[in-house]
């Protein structure tokens, strides 16, 4: 067991290791198990290839978003990224006046925008803040005060989605 412990990093999930010191055994395996399943399935879903019809553009700003180790919120550099219909991207962003990373995810599936899924929790694995499609995305319309709990957990970011 210590093995899989050590050879599993939290941080891959978002935890911080104080947090998974926190869990039970059977929660660490249970969590790795969930983690695997929504991995293989996004690498599945990531090798379809859909021809979409719609396009969208996404802005990301202010607020903050959680980065390695995992322990507190951070500034990052504004974010602005294209998504064809049905198709997910991983999106870096960058501590403002830093150097950590971390990946957001998102997808533009069903005619909705998900954001930060989770990484182990298989009821949050499409994203943990959906958008549905609306007619103000044809001149850009601006989400504000979003706040996510999935893998990065932003905090109250202004989302700007356009219709292409």
């Known amino acids: 067991m210590l093995l899989v412990g050590c050879a599993f990093s939290p941080q891959k999930l978002g935890i911080s290791e104080q947090e998974w010191l926190s869990y039970s055994d059977d ?29 969208i553009t996404v ?5 903050e978003a959680m980065m390695p180790p995992f322990v507190d919120w951070s500034e ?10 049905n198709i997910c991207g991983e999106i870096p962003l960058q ?6 990373t971390v990946n957001l995810r998102a997808c533009y599936k069903n005619k909705a925008l998900f954001l930060d899924p989770s990484r182990y929790d298989l ?9 549905p499609q609306s007619p103000l995305w044809q001149q850009g319309f601006e989400y504000k005060g979003i706040s996510t709990s999935g ?9 700007k989605i356009n219709d292409s």
């Not at 198990?33 to 599945?44: G, T």
């Open 151 to 159: 893998h990065v957990r932003l905090r109250n970011a202004t989302v």
């Open 27 to 55: 929660q660490r395996q249970q969590i790795i198990a969930d983690y695997k399943k929504i991995s293989l399935d996004q690498q599945q879903e990531n090798k379809r290839l859909f021809l979409g019809v719609g396009r």
């Open 95 to 100: 501590q403002k006046d830093g150097e950590n």
């Open 76 to 85: 990052y550099q504004p974010v602005s990224f294209d998504l064809a219909d």
């Open 123 to 131: 009821e949050k694995n499409n994203g943990t803040v959906s958008i």
């Open 59 to 63: 802005s990301i700003s202010g607020g």
